[in-house]
């Protein structure tokens, strides 16, 4: 029988009410767990992330464990720190976890020494998930590990697959979740020579666990006990949630749902990496499995949906008008270059080497812009492009003088996505006067009337 998916700290509602009592009353230990900080990797002095396990609290530093505050039958509390914290990283191999004094929390100093221990063993991939997770504050879950589950997979039905973040989004009819997987632009899993990298394994078998009808109840149900929990956290801190946290907490007849596909983000992303080349084949084949993939140069670039909860479609569209209108300077200034060709030698051998379009820095710097302001949108752009408004708005400079920030996002997309097919097609796009349009058009759109379409559906 697979183990319930809950998310909790007593085995019943009396028992979970006893825990917060006692929590609310602040012994010390708890009061310094709530007041402890740590630097990020980002530079910003952030409190522990406290999440909500089955029946214990688990507080992070910068992703990894500080330590577990679990609960007895009689709510009394009680401690547990890695192994390697108290025996060193040489430690004989047992359980993970051993007991810890809970009383020496009550001295900070105690404390710190493990919060310094816990940021010693964290790896940048942890750093970066903290930093997304810190910077969105509807994130209500990290490593959330998926009980075991044989009808996954039988072959593995010992193993916990572990998610990295769980965040609130916006919906239709209420708030949904939405489950993230997170790597370093490194990270060889994104990788494969027949491009079926393992990452796409370890997202499927968390789809696979999450379609489960009776799985999806679980999950849906546990973490709307976890907002109600994490709720109560962010008072005693005398601090507030995310404004969806909030909802779910507050109005237990609130729609909530999730998304049974995983996203796939990767950070420390370099579009001007010599590999980089090298890595759009994999990025393809990422992209091509269905999850939205995100990208983003640093951990605190990324920008999940959920950041977009408390904007209008108006302010969303002025702001990456913004985006594309502050290189009107760049790209009419004189002598501007958006790329050059490269034409290596021939070799000694007679082998003769093709030549490749090297973007400017300030080229290089709007592509990665129009991927990260969303510019890049999600639709059928080779079918479109060969419509007669497809036509018109992608070799026609005036047409593009009177498009819609919905023409713009097409028409960027088809350049940027066909300068994949054929290289320095993007550079041909500037040198022609429809790249100088398209930035002279997001100028001119910022003076006229608010735009009072939908958002676009960005590829990610």
């Known amino acids: 029988m697979p183990t319930v ?39 910003k002095t952030r ?34 720190v ?28 105690a404390l710190r020494q493990l919060i310094d221990t816990a940021l010693y063993y964290a790896g940048d991939e942890k750093r970066g998930v903290a930093t997304i997770a810190a910077n969105h504050p509807n994130t209500i879950d990290v490593e959330m590990a998926l009980p075991a589950n044989d ?53 499927r078998t968390y789809a696979a666990y999450l379609e489960g009808q009776e799985r999806r109840g679980q999950v849906i149900e546990a973490y709307r ?23 779910v907490a507050e109005n237990p007849w609130l729609h909530l749902d999730l998304d049974p596909k995983p996203r796939l983000i990767v950070f420390g992303y370099d579009a001007s990496h010599p590999s980089h080349k090298h890595w759009l084949r994999h990025e393809k084949a990422l992209r091509d499995s269905g999850h939205a ?25 002025r702001a990456n008008l913004q985006g594309l209108a502050r290189f009107v300077p760049i790209f009419t200034a ?13 070799r000694a051998s007679g082998i003769h080497v093709l030549p490749s379009c090297l973007l400017s820095d300030e080229g290089q710097e709007f592509y990665e812009a129009v991927y990260k302001l969303g510019w890049v949108t999600q639709f059928q752009w080779s079918e479109w492009m060969h419509t007669p408004e497809g036509r018109e708005l992608t070799e026609n400079p005036d047409r593009i003088a009177e498009a819609t ?46 735009y009072s379409g939908e958002l676009p559906t960005t590829e990610q």
């Open 82 to 109: 890695h192994r390697q914290y108290v025996f060193g990283p040489q430690a004989e191999a047992g359980a993970d976890y051993v007991v810890y004094d809970l009383s020496q929390v009550d001295d900070p100093n």
């Open 47 to 80: 409190q522990l992330l406290v999440a909500v396990r089955d029946g214990y609290l688990n507080a992070y530093a910068d992703g990894q464990s500080v330590l577990r505050i679990g609960f007895a039958a009689n709510g009394q509390p009680r401690c547990e």
């Open 405 to 450: 920030p919905d023409q713009l996002a097409k028409v960027i997309t088809v350049f940027v996505r066909g300068d994949r097919f054929n290289e320095g097609s993007l550079n041909s796009k500037f040198e022609s006067g429809l790249l100088t349009a398209i930035v002279r058009r997001a100028e001119a759109l910022l003076q006229m009337p608010p």
């Open 293 to 317: 993939l995100l990208l983003g140069e640093r951990a605190e670039d990324v920008q999940l949906p959920s950041c977009l909860e408390k904007v209008t479609v108006e302010e969303y569209v």
């Open 5 to 43: 998916f809950r998310r909790r700290l007593g085995s019943s509602e009396t028992k979970t009410n006893a825990i917060l009592k006692l929590l609310r009353a602040k012994p010390k230990w708890w009061n310094n767990v709530l007041n402890a900080s740590y630097r990020g990797l980002d530079g």
């Open 334 to 346: 004189p002598g501007f270059r958006f790329g050059t060709w490269d034409h290596p030698p021939s």
């Open 151 to 203: 009808q996954v997979d039988p072959a593995v039905a010992g193993v916990a697959p572990r998610l990295d973040l769980v965040v609130l989004e916006r919906t239709d009819d209420g708030v949904g979740l939405a489950f993230y997987e997170a790597k370093l632009f490194e990270n060889g899993e994104l990788r494969a020579e027949n491009l079926r990298p393992r990452v796409l394994d370890q997202l």
């Open 225 to 247: 006990n976890a907002c109600v929990i994490l709720r109560e956290i962010a008072e005693m801190r005398g601090s507030a949630v995310g404004t969806l946290v909030h909802e």
